[in-house]
């Protein structure tokens, strides 16, 4: 049996998603995977709160950051790394319902520097609503380069 | 006994603390609190971590936006209430360490928006490093005025 | 002969337009102007430059933040009011050319507070490129209504 | 005579100034350039205003951004290169008066990455307000090194 590359880039991106702490704690799972394109999910827990009972923005910021990250990751080399460098993200609507996703698309990947949108949706009564949205600028180092 | 204006804000800021979930997933802590800047303090964990073992941008940011929050809330009548519109982080060091701190200091309180400095440190082997920075904007709801 | 809403709404804009100073300093004019939309356009100028001969980076903002102020004006009333309270912008390729536009889309219109998405682009040999890609918050105060 | 390190970086800094178009549009010039902070200074014009007769906040970014470049570029060895990655600027009160001023400072240097704070403020009555403030991230290619 073959894997092949792109396959074997996705892999390394589990495994990297696997030791993610952050991500046990919020019980979160790769739900989406593809070139270019992460998406994050996870169940709503009254501990993922803020003072009024939404999901708190630093969590929907969590998600949304390891979602960009990824999809960063997902158009490198295997073996890469990436850093986020920073990100920005405002908050459009109360996040409340009983599913948190967030998702990260590439816009642009340069020699070193990557630029991802990202997006936090919650479903509540079977209805997806953008509550959060953003960019994110992303360090790369690839595979077989100097640390840079 | 007496309890002065400034006493009861303090104490409906605790109260509000108690309330997110978020910050007992983190078992933070409000480490300071004054007119106009507050401090949350959490022990760092292997639940914490991104995939190299540092702590992950989005803890960071969920200390630092609750600390903004609340050094926004500190300048407002008790009874009033704030929302995150947007945050701005930068990640500048690694953050790793025991202990980690997120900062809000408010910079400038209009009559509906106030923006905020954030800062989120990292102490390792007794010293304190600052690993990310950036700002915040707030929406105030003051007690005592229309929704906005 | 009957002006209706939407028409004076967009002849209300492009006074607005007509009285920026940095509009005319640019010698930039409105190319499109739609519900939720506009775009703003100038001939690319030496003045304009930076080090490299690049487009500034400035520049390109001054042109995404107004596209985006107006992309939030034409979808309020007749009469309202718009402030920038932040905007957040990536460059992510050098802006060369012979033509500079800004484009703001309205992503979410709340009571006092917009979201828009910024972009700016470049055209080189008959090719246009995204150069510049961001967020703005905007502050509204909607015709009628109390300063805010 | 000798010119040491320092004074011949400066003056790289200055012949930098002097091929910006964008500096010669608004009338710029440094007033202040030292070792990780540079001030760019401008009289105010009805050509830089938006609709309300402030300042327009591009113009207040403009000089911000060229001011934290330079900052970023005082603290490289001469014949260094910088490029804006991104940045992100609150407005935080109407920009009036007759002097403009940006400010930019080094809050970090990394190998590729600089982060600075910037600052807007203008003169009115002889007492200067901060009007604007934020961050910007800078792509820093040092002299001697690969193109990264």
């Given at each position: 049996?073959?894997?092949?590359?792109?396959?074997?880039?996705?892999?390394?991106?589990?495994?990297?998603?696997?030791?993610?702490?952050?991500?046990?704690?919020?019980?979160?799972?790769?739900?989406?995977?593809?070139?270019?394109?992460?998406?994050?999910?996870?169940?709503?827990?009254?501990?993922?709160?803020?003072?009024?009972?939404?999901?708190?923005?630093?969590?929907?910021?969590?998600?949304?950051?390891?979602?960009?990250?990824?999809?960063?990751?997902?158009?490198?080399?295997?073996?890469?790394?990436?850093?986020?460098?920073?990100?920005?993200?405002?908050?459009?609507?109360?996040?409340?319902?009983?599913?948190?996703?967030?998702?990260?698309?590439?816009?642009?990947?340069?020699?070193?520097?990557?630029?991802?949108?990202?997006?936090?949706?919650?479903r509540?009564n079977k209805t997806?609503?953008?509550?959060?949205?953003?960019?994110?600028?992303?360090?790369?180092?690839?595979?077989?380069?100097?640390?840079?």
């Amino acid at each position: 049996m073959t894997v092949d590359n792109r396959t074997r880039n996705l892999a390394h991106i589990r495994a990297s998603f696997r030791s993610e702490g952050a991500m046990r704690l919020l019980r979160a799972r790769i739900t989406r995977l593809e070139r270019g394109c992460a998406e994050i999910t996870a169940k709503n827990q009254a501990v993922l709160s803020q003072q009024d009972g939404f999901v708190h923005a630093g969590v929907l910021a969590t998600m949304m950051d390891s979602a960009g990250g990824y999809a960063a990751l997902s158009v490198l080399p295997p073996g890469s790394r990436v850093l986020a460098v920073e990100f920005k993200i405002n908050f459009m609507a109360p996040a409340v319902g009983d599913t948190i996703r967030g998702i990260g698309t590439v816009r642009r990947m340069g020699k070193r520097i990557a630029v991802c949108e990202l997006e936090a949706k919650t479903r509540k009564n079977k209805t997806w609503i953008t509550c959060a949205w953003g960019s994110q600028t992303v360090y790369c180092i690839k595979a077989g380069e100097a640390n840079g």
